[in-house]
């Protein structure tokens, strides 16, 4: 499996922005796609985002379209998520993921049940 490390978490303002990033420990991260998900407080975790293997293909949830810019860069073996316009409610735990199948390339509702390595989190706290 690949080993993923988040970072770029913090607390920011509402309005404000933040870059997360998710560095992955081997090569064939570039085979895969990526995802990012986000558990808030009380919640269950929820979908955020997908970017297929090559970066062709990206999906949103609804509530974050406009705001929220999923890339890679298969070089650095490296997914972001660039956030800006940040909300309370995008108060939240967020997790990378990589797909369990080569196959997979994403959806507009992804499921966590189609990815197979998580990284740990990292907290996102954006203040009224």
């Known amino acids: 499996q690949v080993q993923l490390v988040e970072s770029g978490g913090g607390l920011v303002q509402a309005g404000g922005s933040l870059r997360l990033s998710c560095a992955a420990s081997k090569r064939t991260f570039s085979a895969y796609t990526r995802g990012w998900f986000r558990q808030a407080p009380g919640k269950e975790r929820e979908f955020v985002a997908t970017i297929s293997r090559s970066g062709g293909s990206t999906y949103y949830a609804d509530s974050v379209k406009g705001r929220f810019t999923i890339s890679r860069n298969n070089a650095k073996n490296t997914v972001y998520l660039q956030m800006n316009s940040l909300k309370p409610e995008d108060t939240a735990v967020y997790y990378c993921?990589?797909?369990?199948?080569?196959?997979?390339?994403?959806?507009?509702?992804?499921?966590?049940?189609?990815?197979?390595?998580w990284g740990q989190g990292t907290r996102v706290t954006v203040s009224s």
């Open positions: 993921a990589a797909a369990l199948s080569t196959y997979y390339s994403g959806t507009e509702r992804a499921d966590e049940a189609d990815f197979g390595s």
